[in-house]
């Protein structure tokens, strides 16, 4: 990331063309709308700006923390600002005027993202994320060409993410005060953010819980444990943040909060069907991370009481059986089929909510436009 002043202005939003924002969903670099390409730009300056304030922060001699920078500034491009159109979004359609503003929000919500990232890879002991290696794997190698023994490198790796993930995180919640601060909103925003990172820490918990006790778990649990593990932060919390942020009144931000949690909880059931029945090349993770680590998905929920998945799946943890021979159990048992349904009856249902709300907006078409992306998504 390059260095660049903490100066900033505040810029009034363009009129606003009448157009889906389908497009801007998709993860190209350009898109044929001039005010998400602008906004996208400017979300880029306030972590390029945050970058380099945090560099000036660590002194003079932070060759060690430069490199962090360079490498947590990789995980951060690489992204495709989800989070930041949602918040764009929101803040847009209840009336919001100060771009900048709203850019620094959205760079908030798209730091903690790629803070939970980090430590969700030491967490499930991942080495690759986006086909890329994770920054744990990046200090790993480090440590391996010096010679260590394996078993300390993989240490020197956890230990480098955390440190990395916390810096992030740290990162996000100064610039949510700084960017509620402008509207006079600080203190709200900030509690949609923490509200979000409590909810994360909480449902990566359940994931990690229900893992090592190795009990079964309804499907209910797992839709509970995704809505706080990815829902919470990843769609509620940026369309609550944006409104908030907006000035929309406190019932309002309530429904819009809904809305995106029941989107978000479909976006992570996909996301479970991806992470066993995606194609590696495309999704940047293994199809067998899931299962390696035991997790408890929708699919293993749906097919818990299934004897040929039971059998496959205890063969392969024993290493009897193959990631094929699982996910043929899988699809024979109906999981799959039952996991994309279950998504399509929650977008359904979010889009019934979101009928009536900001009539004056295209709020509703933008929803339908992420919701129809969420299920026909590839990674």
């Known amino acids: ?61 932070a060759s060690r923390f430069d490199r962090l920078w360079d490498r947590l500034g990789e995980s951060l491009a690489g992204g495709k600002l989800t989070r930041p159109r949602l918040v764009h979004l929101s ?51 480090d440590a391996l060409r010096l010679g260590l023994p394996e078993a300390t490198a993989d240490h020197v790796g956890n230990s480098a993410a955390l440190i990395g ?25 900030l509690d949609v953010v923490h509200a979000a990172v409590l909810a994360a820490a909480a449902g990566e918990l359940d994931d990690l819980v229900f893992a090592f006790e190795g009990t079964d778990v309804s499907v209910d649990q797992v839709l509970d444990m995704e809505r706080l593990k990815t829902a919470s932060y990843s769609f509620e919390a940026p369309l609550r943040a944006g409104a908030v942020l907006a000035g929309a009144d406190t019932g309002t931000v309530d429904r819009l909060g809904g809305i995106g949690r029941t989107i978000g909880i479909a976006y992570q059931v996909i996301d479970d069907v991806l992470g ?22 929708i699919l293993g929920a749906f097919a818990a009481h299934d004897p040929g998945y039971l059998a496959a799946h205890d063969a392969y943890l024993r290493g009897e059986a193959g ?10 048992a109906g999981a799959d089929d039952a996991a994309r349904g279950l998504a399509r009856r929650l977008v359904q249902q979010a889009l019934d909510d979101a009928a009536d709300l900001a009539p004056s907006s295209t709020l509703g078409e933008d929803l339908a436009a992420l919701c129809t992306l969420v299920l026909e998504r590839t990674k």
């Open 1 to 61: 990331m390059n260095q660049s002043s903490e100066t900033s202005t505040t810029t009034v939003f363009p009129e606003r063309p009448n157009q889906s924002l389908r497009s801007r969903w998709a993860p190209q670099e350009s898109t044929a709308d001039p005010e998400w390409d602008g906004f996208r730009a400017d979300v880029r300056q306030v972590l390029d700006r945050e970058a380099g304030s945090a560099l000036r922060h660590a002194g003079r001699d």
């Open 165 to 189: 993930g916390d810096v992030l995180l740290a990162g996000s919640l100064r610039l949510a005060a700084r960017a509620g601060a402008t509207a006079g909103t600080a203190e709200a925003v």
């Open 323 to 332: 990631i094929e021979d699982v996910r043929s159990a899988l699809r024979a």
């Open 91 to 141: 803040y847009r359609a209840f009336g919001g005027g100060d771009r900048q503003a709203c850019a620094t929000l959205g760079a908030a919500f798209e730091m903690l993202h790629a803070a939970l990232l980090i430590h969700d890879d030491v967490i499930d002991r991942d080495l690759v994320r986006r086909g890329r290696p994770t920054l744990g794997a990046r200090y790993r190698t």
């Open 276 to 297: 066993t029945f995606g194609d590696p090349a495309v999704t940047g993770k293994s199809i067998d991370s899931d299962l390696r680590s035991d997790k408890r998905t």
